[in-house]
């Protein structure tokens, strides 16, 4: 098993920014691939950006040019910098944590309220 810890969320006004971190603790070893989704209220949970372990990066094109994703992997860690954010980016923010090859498994964490308010 491996569990998620996020952390950063909050409420900011329109424009703002916002980091949330998210750290995998457990059975880590063989996780290529971290990531955030969200989901607001009435929609389905979309994804926001990926980053594998060895670096590459996928985002949404709702967030290209104002999110940045990266790891720390020494430290297991996950980082979302949102900058320049809208009101449409209220949500709650869910950090993932999958393997991707051999025997695939995925692991969410427990979701960070992110609201930007106009």
């Known amino acids: 098993q491996v569990q998620l810890v996020e952390s950063g969320g909050g409420l900011v006004q329109a424009g703002g920014s916002l980091r949330l971190s998210c750290t995998a603790t457990?059975?880590?070893?063989?996780?290529?691939?971290m990531g955030w989704y969200r989901q607001a209220p009435g929609k389905q949970r979309e994804l926001v950006a990926t980053i594998t372990s060895g670096g590459s990066t996928n985002y949404a094109d709702s967030v290209k040019g104002r999110f940045t994703i990266s790891r720390d992997n020494a430290k297991n860690t996950v980082y979302l910098q949102m900058n320049s954010l809208k009101p449409e980016d209220t949500a709650v923010y869910y950090c993932?944590?999958?393997?991707?090859?051999?025997?695939?498994?995925?692991?969410w964490g427990q979701g960070t309220q992110v609201t930007v308010s106009s």
């Open positions: 993932n944590a999958a393997q991707t090859w051999g025997r695939a498994r995925d692991y």
């Open positions: 457990g059975s880590i070893f063989g996780i290529n691939v």
